[in-house]
């Protein structure tokens, strides 16, 4: 039954289809010849795995059209009422405006989007509740003037924060104050901007897009950005092409959903004892087979053991 629904469901993505029998077929050899895998013992379970790997993969192909496209100029304007922070971000590229772009990916992980509101918060608040824009020239050269601003309005932002970031607070006085955030940022990308400081460390690493992606995550000292904040940062801006990285880890280290997935694959229970160092060796082996990469590693993975045998499609 559960095979059928999943037949279903890919229905729904006929383009898809291929690559989900392909990546299906591939867990199973893997299991056969290389390691076992006995997360996916069962259809159901490496069928499930297979379309959290096709939904993610949906998800890097959509950066990619998004950016193929012309982006008209309202899609960048918050007060616009066509804002859409992932098309802005495309759009600000397409216009040479690295700085903007790379300053929109941080507020779009700051904010996160929950599947209930969207992108409301991150709107009103780079929209200045309609009343012009928190651009990075005005933030980057005073930000005490935007922290002084949503010290005075952040009872009239709506919206929520994303899943991943709901211990965050609008409060001027919270431990977690977006201004702590956004000072400790400005600290690590340093007074030249994003482009200065993302050739610097290029030139600093080497041209290993893996290497140049770690060397950032290491150094990157952004108050209340954990794991998953720093990963999903560094993420987008390797997807747009700001700086030329790529994850070549799942930084299974302090991860929960990803680590707990990696152990149920692996080991058939996610309190599995395979320590992150052990799993992230398998992982690499497990993409030799794949070829998916670790970004939609780490994100199908996590997705995956929330249902490990009935397919849910993660939005928010």
Same mark, same amino acid.
């Given at each position: 039954?559960q095979?059928?629904?999943?037949?279903?469901?890919?229905?729904?993505?006929?383009t898809?289809?291929g690559r989900?029998?392909?990546i299906?077929?591939?867990l199973?050899?893997?299991?056969?010849?290389?390691?076992d895998l006995?997360g996916?013992?069962?259809?159901?379970?490496?069928?499930?795995?297979a379309?959290?790997?096709?939904?993610?993969?949906?998800?890097?192909?959509?950066?990619r059209?998004?950016?193929?496209k012309?982006?008209g100029?309202a899609k960048?304007?918050?007060?616009?009422?066509?804002?859409?922070?992932e098309?802005?971000?495309?759009?600000?590229?397409? %216009?040479?405006?690295?700085?903007e772009?790379?300053w929109l990916?941080?507020?779009?992980?700051?904010?996160?989007?929950?599947a209930?509101?969207?992108w409301?918060r991150l709107?009103?608040?780079?929209?200045?509740?309609?009343?012009?824009?928190? #651009?990075?020239?005005?933030?980057?050269?005073?930000?005490?003037?935007?922290i002084?601003?949503?010290?005075?309005?952040?009872? %009239?932002?709506?919206?929520?924060?994303g899943?991943?970031?709901?211990?965050?607070s609008?409060?001027?006085?919270? %431990?977690r104050?977006?201004?702590?955030?956004? %000072?400790s940022?400005?600290a690590w990308?340093?007074?030249?901007g994003?482009?200065?400081?993302?050739?610097?460390?290029?030139?600093?690493t080497?041209n290993?897009?893996?290497q140049?992606? #770690?060397?950032l995550?290491?150094?990157?000292?952004?108050?209340?950005f954990?794991?998953?904040?720093?990963? #999903?940062y560094l993420?987008?801006?390797?997807?747009?092409?700001?700086?030329p990285?790529e994850?070549g880890?799942?930084?299974?280290?302090?991860a929960?959903?990803?680590?707990?997935?990696?152990?149920?694959?692996?080991?058939?229970?996610v309190q599995g004892?395979?320590?992150?160092?052990?799993?992230?060796?398998?992982?690499?082996e497990? #993409?030799?087979?794949?070829?998916?990469?670790?970004?939609?590693?780490?994100?199908a993975?996590?997705n995956w053991?929330?249902?490990?045998?009935?397919?849910?499609?993660?939005?928010?």
């Amino acid at each position: 039954m559960q095979a059928k629904r999943l037949l279903e469901k890919i229905a729904m993505w006929p383009t898809r289809t291929g690559r989900w029998d392909e990546i299906r077929q591939a867990l199973q050899t893997h299991s056969q010849t290389v390691r076992d895998l006995p997360g996916v013992a069962d259809d159901d379970s490496r069928s499930t795995l297979a379309m959290q790997f096709v939904a993610s993969l949906r998800r890097e192909d959509y950066y990619r059209r998004v950016q193929e496209k012309h982006i008209g100029a309202a899609k960048a304007d918050p007060n616009s009422g066509a804002f859409d922070p992932e098309r802005a971000v495309a759009y600000h590229l397409q %216009n040479g405006d690295v700085e903007e772009a790379a300053w929109l990916v941080f507020l779009m992980t700051h904010f996160a989007r929950p599947a209930s509101t969207g992108w409301l918060r991150l709107t009103q608040v780079y929209g200045r509740l309609g009343q012009g824009t928190w #651009d990075w020239v005005t933030v980057s050269s005073d930000p005490d003037q935007m922290i002084a601003w949503l010290a005075e309005n952040w009872t %009239n932002v709506g919206g929520k924060f994303g899943n991943h970031r709901k211990y965050e607070s609008l409060r001027p006085d919270s %431990n977690r104050n977006f201004g702590s955030v956004l %000072n400790s940022y400005l600290a690590w990308i340093g007074e030249d901007g994003h482009r200065s400081f993302f050739a610097n460390m290029v030139q600093q690493t080497g041209n290993d897009p893996t290497q140049i992606f #770690d060397a950032l995550y290491r150094s990157m000292k952004v108050s209340t950005f954990g794991r998953l904040a720093k990963f #999903d940062y560094l993420a987008m801006i390797g997807r747009y092409g700001i700086a030329p990285i790529e994850a070549g880890s799942a930084y299974l280290k302090g991860a929960t959903g990803p680590a707990s997935g990696a152990r149920l694959l692996f080991t058939g229970s996610v309190q599995g004892v395979a320590i992150e160092t052990q799993l992230q060796s398998w992982l690499d082996e497990l #993409d030799a087979s794949l070829h998916v990469g670790m970004a939609v590693m780490e994100d199908a993975l996590c997705n995956w053991q929330k249902s490990p045998s009935s397919f849910v499609h993660y939005k928010g």
